[in-house]
């Protein structure tokens, strides 16, 4: 096998990484702090063609794979989780639906500006009601005539009221075609009869946007339905089995974060008379560290590298999420220890670090459906959902 990346894969690997050092960990804390939207920042990752990264330079994307997305999310999430999962799921859900599904006047009109990173979408699964049961989702689209009416409310919606945000694609029963049949309708951002709640206050992720979004008798044209009727429910596993692999990116850099950092203060801080870091409880603390970042990174570029070759990696994705995720809140918690008390206060980026790190066992799928998912693969029964 072939571990080289390519001279592309590396070079978008080494911009992000001076862009992450440069731009983003300067401004980590104070954002977080702030629980403010890091516009700037966004905007600055748009002009260096981060949102484009795995779409045709048609569309006014990169050409690039997921692989080299991956790589992407790892530097950003190395210093701040809020901003890569801001890219991911602007790139991942949102985007990536509309260049799978939508059609040649959709992409023009939405796909383009986010590829450019000049508009934001937000994809709406999960409602009030549940996430992990999407066949239970009471959201509905009506077709009256040639417009859609949308009704219903739904929580937790990633990069759904920041400034820049153009659309939301809404998975909604389509009540004409049967029960239970989804489909995705994209609802503009300033559309009358949709409401963009108050932000969340969450414990982590504390500079990305989360808002309840709901609508109410809520009327767009019939050529914002992306993709087909009824096809709401595969198109979104499509889109997650991507997204579970990018949030295990997402959960390598945390971890090399926290990896990274105990080294340093393991290196400087002094107990007993010499550096901590010289106590062999803490060598195998970040020895173990290193061990389970080094085989995370694996994990989620084996199931990118499956999804760019067009090979099944639905169960690879399962695995890298779940195992990446696991990492991630072990190194986070691993981390705050080695740094004892400092690591217990905002002075050091590992409290914020561990704060940020749980909510990747629960986003786009928890841990217990990945597991569920990986274990209806290997063919056990009672495994249906
Ligand atoms: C910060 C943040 C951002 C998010 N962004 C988005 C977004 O942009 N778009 C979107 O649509 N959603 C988003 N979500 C929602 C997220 O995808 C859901 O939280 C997730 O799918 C779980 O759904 P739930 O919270 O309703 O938990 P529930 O489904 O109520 O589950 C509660 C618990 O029960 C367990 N459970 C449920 N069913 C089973 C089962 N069959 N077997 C075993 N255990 C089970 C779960 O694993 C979990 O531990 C976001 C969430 C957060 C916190």
Known sequence: MDFDLT???????????????????????GYDEREEFP????????????????????????????????????????????????????????????????????KRRWLEPMARGEALGAFALTEPGGGSDARAIRTTARLDGDEWVIDGTKAFITNSGTPITSAILVAAVDAGIGEGAVTTIVVPSGTPG???????RKIGWRASDTHEVSFDRCRVSADHLLGERGRGYAQFLEALADGRVAIGAL??????????????YASQRQAFGKPIGAFEALQFKIADMKVAVETARLAVLNAAWRRDRGKPFATEASVAKLYASEVATTCAREAVQVHGAY??????????????????????GTNEIQRLLIARALGLPGTEL
């Open 194 to 200: 949709l409401t963009v709640g108050a932000a969340y």
């Open 343 to 364: 690591g217990y206060v905002e002075e050091f980026p590992v409290a914020r670090f561990y704060r940020d790190a749980k909510v990747l066992e629960i986003g786009e």
């Open 7 to 29: 001279d592309e894969q590396r070079s978008f690997q080494t911009l992000v990484r001076e862009f992450a050092e440069e731009v983003v960990a300067p401004a980590a804390a």
């Open 39 to 106: 516009l700037e920042v966004v905007k600055r990752m748009g002009e260096l063609g981060l949102f484009g990264i795995p779409f045709p330079e048609e569309y006014g994307g990169q050409g690039g794979d997921l692989v080299t997305f991956c790589l992407c999310l790892e530097e950003i999430a190395r210093w701040d989780s809020s901003v890569a999962i801001t890219l991911e799921a602007a790139v991942g859900l949102a985007a990536n639906p509309i260049y799978r599904f939508g059609t040649e006047e959709q």
């Open 251 to 264: 959960s390598v850099g945390l971890a090399r974060g926290c990896l990274e950092e105990s080294v340093k």
